[in-house]
Nanobody
């Protein structure tokens, strides 16, 4: 099982980035999520989406980030708009299926002021 995240990088405040995370070696995941962890802080939920498309967002990103998924590709996306310096963190994708929780490697997002 592998969750491969991509799309991180350096962007100026107010800019946008799109993260992708593709799952392989596993059936369609029930819930796919993005978490982030900034230096010295706990990992926090950014957003998650069920197989049926129901979404949930952390308060810090509501109205700016959009999570989506392509079930045919077992891939989750995170469109991040109006980025702020406080969005700087390592972003991790996560997938849940009955009997298992899987994490991808992190991808760094850095927002400069």
């Amino acid at each position: 099982v592998q969750l491969q995240a991509s799309g991180g990088g350096l962007v100026q405040a107010g800019g946008s980035l799109r993260l992708s995370c593709a799952a392989s070696g596993i059936s369609l995941l029930n819930v796919m999520s993005w978490y982030r962890q900034a230096p010295g802080k706990q990992r926090e939920l950014v957003a998650d989406i069920t197989r049926g498309g129901y979404t949930n967002y952390g308060d810090a990103v509501k109205g700016r980030f959009t999570i989506s998924r392509d079930n045919a590709k077992n891939t989750v996306y995170l469109q991040m708009n109006s980025l702020k310096p406080e969005d700087t963190a390592v972003y991790y994708c996560n997938g849940v299926i009955s009997g298992g929780v899987y994490w991808g490697q992190g991808t760094q997002v850095t927002v400069s002021s």
